[in-house]
């Protein structure tokens, strides 16, 4: 593997599939496209979801069951994982954006800090969750049960909360759809 160089492109899963096309006797030019045995190298810039380990947990698949787990920095965007089940799991500081959790369960998880900028939670339950500082720009929560969650600073502009169950709230410092601030309701 002498002159190989190894380039993390977005994930650890990435650079793992780059070095079995090195080993293999591929070459990543960095171009994309196909190599002169015929393979391509535009995979490799497409990882699957990471926690920063080489593969993803493999509970992270839509309606997958991750109640309780340690996921650490979860890496999903524009991932389906419908009806999910994250449960007590801890998300915190996940890149969810443009993520598809219809039907999720995430009521009690720790998900502070979360990108879920896009992501589409039509229907989630998110129960008594931890969603400080999170990022949910633009986000669907049309019909979610959000019942005890606390938004405290949390990033909600143009999110559709339409039909949401917002009993007991703390929406503290949080940034709302209409973009206004809502500090009504601080500790």
């Given at each position: 593997?002498?002159?190989?160089?190894?380039?993390?492109?977005?994930?650890?899963?990435?650079?793992a599939?780059?070095?079995?096309?090195?080993?293999?006797?591929?070459?990543?030019d960095?171009?994309?496209?196909?190599?002169?045995?015929?393979?391509?190298?535009?995979?490799?810039?497409?990882?699957?979801p990471?926690?920063?380990?080489?593969?993803?947990?493999a509970?992270v698949?839509?309606?997958?069951?991750?109640?309780?787990?340690?996921?650490?920095v979860?890496?999903?965007?524009?991932t389906?994982l419908?009806?999910?089940?994250?449960?007590?799991a801890?998300?915190?500081?996940?890149d969810?954006?443009g993520?598809?959790?219809?039907?999720a369960?995430?009521?009690?998880?720790?998900?502070?800090?979360?990108?879920?900028?896009?992501?589409?939670?039509?229907?989630?339950?998110?129960?008594?969750?931890?969603?400080?500082?999170?990022?949910?720009m633009?986000a669907?929560?049309t019909?979610?049960?959000?019942?005890?969650?606390?938004?405290?600073?949390a990033?909600?502009?143009?999110?559709?909360?339409?039909?949401?169950?917002?009993?007991?709230?703390?929406?503290?410092?949080?940034?709302?759809?209409?973009?206004?601030?809502?500090?009504?309701?601080?500790p």
């Open positions: 593997m002498s002159g190989a160089v190894l380039r993390r492109s977005g994930s650890w899963a990435g650079a599939l780059v070095v079995a096309l090195v080993l293999a006797g591929c070459s990543d960095g171009d994309g496209g196909d190599e002169a045995d015929g393979t391509t190298t535009e995979a490799a810039t497409t990882a699957p990471t926690t920063g380990a080489l593969e993803p947990p509970c698949v839509a309606g997958g069951d991750c109640a309780g787990e340690e996921l650490g979860l890496s999903a965007p524009g389906d419908t009806g999910i089940d994250l449960t007590d801890d998300i915190h500081t996940a969810l954006t993520a598809t959790l219809d039907g369960r995430l009521a009690g998880a720790d998900a502070s800090g979360a990108d879920l900028t896009g992501a589409s939670l039509r229907d989630a339950d998110l129960t008594g969750t931890d969603l400080r500082g999170a990022t949910l633009g669907d929560l019909g979610a049960d959000l019942s005890g969650a606390d938004f405290t600073e990033l909600m502009a143009d999110a559709v909360i339409d039909g949401a169950n917002l009993a007991g709230v703390v929406f503290c410092g949080t940034t709302m759809p209409d973009q206004s601030v809502n500090d009504v309701n601080c």
